[in-house]
């Protein structure tokens, strides 16, 4: 049997469409989605995961409207400045990842002070993926490399890892979507080579406690044998 998981990983889809069955604002979708990711943050937490990966904003979510977009970074600006008592109260670190330099200069000062704020907590580390793209990510990671003079003859998984987004966070164990769409919709390619993933049929935000747990006893009867 497989112990709890030291890193899970959560593609949260299905805020809009929640919102959408019910005839509201898409916006609305994404704020009970956060109140779902706090529950799940809580209690990834209490059952001693060590890593929660939150895709928030991929890379690609630029396609969205316009209008929805400005209304999904006013929502994060906001929440970025509220959710210092979150993490302070839980003691969890928050730890920002993707093409933050990107994002307009408010948002990269609430990020930067939120991580700030946080770096010294010893709970759970949260890494939110915004404007986050595993593509990109492995480019960035390229970019990285050739940039400190390495020779790429010498380039091995333990390099990339070295000079990935997450060079000191385990690979995740396993990679939670809801939504019921099975694709993995370019997340931590770098990251996932051996990651179980378990997809959910519930929208993000109808998303429960109960719903988690189920996942996680199902991860734990897995033979998880890495190609053995």
Same mark, same amino acid.
């Given at each position: 049997?497989?112990?709890?998981?030291?890193?899970?990983?959560?593609?949260?889809?299905?805020?809009?469409?929640?919102?959408?069955?019910?005839?509201?604002?898409?916006?609305?979708?994404?704020?009970?989605?956060?109140?779902?990711?706090?529950?799940?943050?809580?209690?990834?937490?209490?059952?001693?995961?060590?890593?929660?990966?939150?895709?928030?904003?991929?890379?690609?979510?630029?396609?969205?409207?316009?209008?929805?977009?400005?209304?999904?970074?006013?929502?994060?600006?906001?929440?970025?400045?509220?959710?210092?008592?979150?993490?302070?109260?839980?003691?969890?670190?928050?730890?920002?990842?993707?093409?933050?330099?990107?994002?307009?200069?408010?948002?990269?000062?609430?990020?930067?002070?939120?991580?700030?704020?946080?770096? /010294?907590?010893?709970?759970? @580390?949260? =890494?939110?993926?915004?404007?986050?793209?595993?593509?990109? $990510? %492995?480019?960035?990671?390229? #970019?990285?490399?050739?940039?400190?003079?390495?020779?790429?003859?010498?380039?091995?998984?333990?390099?990339?890892?070295?000079?990935?987004?997450?060079?000191?966070?385990?690979?995740?164990?396993?990679?939670?979507?809801? /939504?019921?769409?099975?694709? @993995?919709? =370019?997340?931590?390619?770098?990251?996932?080579?051996?990651? $179980? %993933?378990?997809?959910?049929? #519930?929208?993000?935000?109808?998303?429960?406690?109960?719903?988690?747990?189920?996942?996680?006893?199902?991860?734990?009867?897995?033979?998880?044998?890495?190609?053995?």
């Amino acid at each position: 049997m497989n112990r709890t998981p030291e890193h899970i990983a959560i593609i949260m889809d299905g805020n809009r469409r929640w919102a959408e069955n019910k005839k509201i604002d898409k916006i609305d979708g994404h704020k009970e989605g956060i109140k779902t990711a706090k529950k799940i943050a809580i209690e990834s937490h209490r059952i001693g995961t060590k890593n929660l990966t939150l895709y928030a904003f991929s890379f690609q979510n630029w396609n969205r409207p316009k209008v929805e977009i400005e209304s999904l970074f006013k929502l994060f600006t906001d929440l970025f400045e509220d959710k210092s008592k979150f993490f302070k109260d839980n003691g969890f670190v928050f730890n920002p990842i993707g093409r933050l330099d990107e994002l307009n200069s408010l948002m990269k000062k609430k990020i930067s002070r939120l991580h700030q704020e946080t770096i /010294g907590n010893k709970g759970l @580390i949260i =890494n939110v993926a915004i404007n986050y793209g595993g593509q990109e $990510e %492995i480019i960035d990671t390229l #970019k990285k490399i050739s940039f400190a003079g390495i020779d790429l003859n010498s380039l091995d998984v333990g390099l990339l890892k070295k000079f990935s987004y997450l060079p000191k966070t385990p690979d995740p164990e396993l990679i939670i979507r809801t /939504g019921g769409h099975s694709r @993995i919709s =370019n997340f931590l390619n770098l990251h996932n080579s051996y990651s $179980e %993933i378990m997809v959910s049929s #519930k929208l993000w935000p109808d998303f429960t406690l109960e719903d988690f747990h189920l996942i996680i006893k199902e991860y734990k009867s897995i033979n998880r044998n890495y190609g053995k």
